[in-house]
Every structure is written in C-alpha cells, then in structure tokens.
C-alpha cells in the first residue's frame, strides 16, 4: 500500500462493511420484531423447534454428525437439494417426506410473516418521507396558479 493511502483505508472499509452488511441487519430487525409480535411468534418457535427436531432425528436415524444434520435439514426446507447427504435408510426416507410436507408450510409462513415486517417498515419509512416533503396549504384554492378570469 503506498504511503499517500496509508491511514485511510480505515473509513472506506467501514463504509463497504456497513453497505455489505445493511440487508442482513434489516432481516435480523425484522426477524427479532416477528420474535416479538405474539401473533407470529409461533412460527418462529415453531420453525426453531422445526429445525433441532430434524437435526436430532437424521443425526439420531442416520447417524450425521449433528452439524451435518442441521446443515441437511435447512438445505431440504429451503429445496435446495445439494445431493451431497440424503437419508439412506427407510426410516430416514419416510422421516424426509414427513419433514418436508410439514416443516415447507411452517417456513413458507415465517418467510411470509419476516417479509412482512420488513415491507411494512419500507412503508412506513416511505410514509415518512412523503409527509416530510409535503408543502402545507396556507391559502384557498383561487390563491394558486393563473387567474381563470
């Protein structure tokens, strides 16, 4: 690095990482704010209780590594479907077909109820705006434009 950069690079880097990072922190905000909204609540127990049930079915019916059951149960939720683990024996197949019937509706769910939180935010931001840069009428209609006379 050249001496006339030298020293400087601290602000860009940060400026980079907080652009680079803006989304996911919105996603855990809205994440949080679905945690704390009793109406949604459920569906991010119920998607948590998803995720370790599966995790410790496949590493206890497979034989996985835990780590590698959790990575198999959030690939088959989000249908991704890498190929690299899939069950190998009957009652891991069966559990799989269970699994996905049950646990696409509980994530589609949360995804909804997650998306939500972040477009209501968009809205209300935008709102904000909009009323910030409205210009308060201070006089009657015939005050404004040309003379229709």
């Known amino acids: 690095m050249s001496r006339r950069f030298a020293g400087r690079s601290g602000p860009i880097v940060l400026g980079f990482l907080s652009l680079a990072l803006a989304p996911f922190v919105g ?32 590493h206890w019916i497979e034989g996985w590594r835990l780590f590698d059951a959790l990575y198999f149960t959030l690939v088959t939720l989000a249908t991704v479907g890498y190929g690299d683990f899939h069950p190998r024996t009957d009652a891991g197949k069966a559990l799989t077909i269970v699994y996905i019937v049950g646990g696409i509706g509980i994530l589609l769910g949360l995804l909804d109820a997650i998306a939500g939180q972040r477009i209501g935010v968009v809205q209300r931001r935008r709102a904000r705006v909009r009323s910030s840069h409205t210009v308060e009428d201070t006089g ?4 404004v434009g040309p003379s229709a006379e």
Do not use: N
């Open 27 to 58: 996603l855990v905000r809205a994440v949080a704010a679905v945690g704390r909204d009793p109406q949604t609540r459920g569906l991010l127990a119920g998607a948590g209780m998803l995720l370790l049930s599966g995790m410790f079915l496949f």
């Open 140 to 143: 009657s209609r015939d005050d």
